[in-house]
């Protein structure tokens, strides 16, 4: 069997070392084979600065193989890869500096307390004020009165917020992170959450591999949805609704909920039902102010308008019920 070209020199070539505006990560037909096994098909992916990005899809669909090309710990076989506008398999140690990283199952040591496992992780980075850094990263995690403990001991929500605060302990611009809530109790998990929205808010990029799909809910600015290795979509949850969801559905209130079927004998009203409430389908989105102002015309006084915004979870098993009838 011939061996396939390596092509990442040639896309390297074709890529600017930082293009003015450039993503914090930029991947253009980043493909990776491991023998007749494709881990990542022709990915292409372009992150702004400050930005949630979420890979989704199942266990093997190759989202951890992005990450390890993204900081340069794996080479693409083919493609272009720029994180910080560097190549990360030539430039690793420069890249790698500026990244912070929580593997799936962070390796942590547990005879050791939190404390010095933060202080070890402070030396190998080289930083300076180590104590205070120690002392923000661990209150920002809400792990300030466990420092003194062995890590043994740590439940495995602390263990998680324990390696955030190790990998942002050196002011990372960019955080990788690989099923970050993998484990936790539904308490712990919202804290991390929140606290990785608090990091984006303060200007850092996160990128967040997760076959969970309510953990991206409400938090993802970009969405790509993964599956062996190849792009099934890609865009924000606004935009990925659009496209897969014609019409956008409606729930209205009145006073008097039959002044609502009205509604039914407007032109932009592709679908009317009413019970308790009524429940309209818009031919298009941007027609809600037209449907509130007809209404309001027509005498109606609304007590709710409210849209209804597919969820993640709907809009990915409508991807893949999408692909699966083109299959």
Known sequence: MGTAPNTTAAAAATMPAAAPGAGVVELVGATKRFGDVVALSELTLSIPAGTIAMLLGPNGAGKTTAVRVVTGAM??????????GLDPTADGEDVR??????????AL??????????????????????????????ERFGIADALALRVGGY?????????????TLHDPELLLLDEPTAGLDPESSRAVLDLIRGMADDGRTVLMCTHLLLEAEGLADYVMVLDHGRTMIAGSPHDLTRRLFTGTTVTLDAEVPG?????????????????????????????LPDLVADLVARGVRLTRVEPRTPTLEELYFAVRAKDADAG
């Open 155 to 167: 439940s495995t929500g602390m263990r998680a917020r324990l390696a955030l605060a190790r990998a």
């Open 97 to 106: 500096r500026r990244c912070g990283v929580v593997p799936a199952r962070p």
């Open 109 to 138: 040591y547990d005879r050791l307390t939190g404390a010095d496992n933060l202080r070890y992780a402070a030396q190998l980075w080289e930083v300076d004020a180590v104590e205070a850094r120690i002392t923000r990263a661990a």
């Open 75 to 84: 080479p693409p076989t083919a493609g272009a890869v720029r994180t910080f």
């Open 259 to 287: 002044s609502l079927d009205v509604a039914a004998s407007l032109p932009y009203i592709t679908h009317y039902q009413r019970e308790w409430t009524a429940v309209v389908t818009l031919d298009d989105p941007d027609r």
